[in-house]
């Protein structure tokens, strides 16, 4: 259930319209988002329990247009670790990103991608700049695979380009 009574106040006093979106399906986490759209300057949040906390906000860092660099860091039989090196872009926009990471199957007549995994926004795990993808998985024929992660940053449309490596899978599943 979602808190429908967040108020939020501009400077004079004036209450915002309010509009919340969760995150992801069930999620604690919500896209707060605002009638008019705020603009740098301070505001006054009142949460559903009461309590009232000042709200800071400057201008916007430019959306990413890039991911980053997906390297193979290292592979053993059935096992592929890539290091994500995010994009300095990106980095301004953790809090509200999410990846989608798609494994290609390799073989020309197989069809275009397989989803792998997805990380709701938010919940990137990243140490100084840097996402580890852990493919630990034998369904993909021996052939040359395409991985790649795409982005999606909450509350926003724009495209920002994906990450992509090529990876050998020979990998001997009994």
């Known amino acids: 259930m979602l808190p429908r009574d967040i108020q939020i106040t501009d400077s004079s006093g004036t209450v915002l319209g309010v509009e919340l979106e969760p995150l992801e399906?069930?999620?604690?986490?919500?896209?707060?988002?605002?009638?008019?759209?705020?603009?740098?300057?301070?505001y006054r949040v009142i949460t559903p329990d009461g309590r009232s906390q000042s709200l800071t906000v400057t201008e916007p860092a430019a959306l990413p247009t890039t991911l980053?660099?997906?390297?193979?860091?290292?592979?053993?039989?059935?096992?592929?670790?890539?290091?994500?090196?995010?994009?300095?872009?990106?980095?301004?926009?953790?809090?509200?990103?999410?990846?989608?990471?798609?494994?290609?199957?390799?073989?020309?007549?197989?069809?275009?991608n397989t989803h792998w995994s997805r990380v709701s926004p938010g919940r990137l795990e990243v140490k100084d700049r840097h996402v580890t993808l852990d493919i630990s998985y034998g369904r993909w024929k021996p052939w040359e695979h395409e991985v790649e992660m795409r982005a999606h940053i909450a509350g926003y449309d724009a495209e920002v380009l994906p990450a992509s490596a090529t990876m050998d899978w020979s990998c001997a599943v009994e």
Not at 32 to 40: A, F, G, H, I, S
């Open 25 to 42: 399906d069930g999620g604690a986490e919500l896209l707060v988002r605002t009638e008019p759209p705020l603009v740098p300057g301070s």
């Open 68 to 112: 980053g660099e997906l390297t193979l860091k290292s592979q053993s039989n059935c096992r592929r670790v890539f290091d994500l090196a995010l994009d300095e872009g990106a980095l301004a926009y953790l809090s509200l990103m999410g990846t989608d990471t798609h494994v290609s199957p390799g073989a020309p007549s197989a069809p275009d």
